[in-house]
């Protein structure tokens, strides 16, 4: 009885072995239980063969061992094969990520290093396209020339603060005024006309000292001059001298068919050369100066010569002297011109006390016509005692305008204004004391005031 029950316990825990085993490897269900069965038949003969006589306690523990040593074997062969076929497919997961994480890297690698190339075969092209278009600009492109040179270093920032502090202009000195004959040149310390609300087109204030120009406004500019052109007529005349009390008839020559103006000096009259040569400066008569000409020996036209003569001895380039009385328009002359012609006539005593002259009242037709000529200048007419005049003379025509010259003492000066192309009749006059005014309220320049 004892014997069958321990044939029952050996074959169930055979079986449960058995049972274990196919458990723990399911990757073989039928060989691992046949193994099993037959290792337990096996042991269950053998264990009935030889232990008859053995006592039951030792089959029992024998048949254990035996039990135990088989289960571990089976269960080691099952967990080897098991750990062998985790390991295989561990392995192929492995290889299969080491060989797609390896197939990427590489495809990124030779992608990344086929995208350098490409760029930098393209960075290099495009590189080598750009030199070569703008080398060939550069060898298309003319060289500049000498005057844009200068250009370009003119406009250029750094240049040009770099000369602010390396070059240095020196201040032309001005030229001097060498009566009769003066090259002005415009002061430190002149004025913009337009300051002072100055009308005339053309004008030129100067020292006459030392020839500086203290306002100008197109002092180059040729112009008509009118009867400014008698300072000259007086001028050669008294530089011919001629016997200045012969007596000059006016005569039918003398009469204006240009302008065809009036004259109070009626044809026939008798007058010395002095009273003349007085009503054409004073006055400003066009009979008187006409017929100092004609009188003149050669006549009209070796006076005429004679006046241009006079003016390039003077200076007076850009002057041109077609008539005596300044009627004719093509007696042209510049402001800087007539500066040096009143700078040179001041220097006559006659054609200075003339031109100031008042007035005066002359006899006309042997005695039987007494006539009132006065200054043609209102400043000297009205002996205005803020006016110091040396010398004057006006002129009008409507080519020239109105026009006035005066060398005058102002603020202790002595001061030549030329004022030209004025379009009102009392516009030189305006000009003229706008000057004298702006001398008097300023203060002088020491170069200006050491007379």
Known sequence: MRFVTLIFLLTISTGSAALTTAIATPDQPTAEPTRAKNTAKTTATAAHKSTPTVAPKTTATAARKTTATAASKTTATAVRKTTATAASKTTATAARTTTATAARTTTATAASKTTATAASKTTATAASKTTATAAHKVASKPKPTATVKKVAQKITPKRRARSRHTVTRKASPPRQYAAPAVTPLLAAGAIDPRALGMQSVALLVLDQVNGTVLMSRNPDEQTSIASITKLMTAMVTLDAQLPMEQTIVIDDADVDRLKRTTSRLVVGSRLSRRDILRLALMASENRAAASLARTYP???????????????????????????????????????????????ASGYSLIREYTTTTGQTVSLLGGRRQEVFRNTNRLVQSKNPEWHIE???????????????????????SVILVLLDGAGKLTPIGDANRVRRWLESRRPPRDLAEH
């Open 298 to 344: 050669g006549g009209l036209a070796a006076f005429i010569n004679a006046m241009n003569v006079k003016a390039k001895a003077l200076g007076m380039e850009h002057s041109h002297f077609a008539d005596p009385a300044g009627l004719n328009p093509r007696n042209l002359s510049t402001a800087t011109d007539l500066a040096l012609m009143v700078g040179a």
């Open 391 to 413: 010398l004057s003379k006006t002129g009008y025509t409507v080519e020239a305008g109105r026009c006035l010259v005066m060398k005058a003492r102002v603020a202790d000066r």
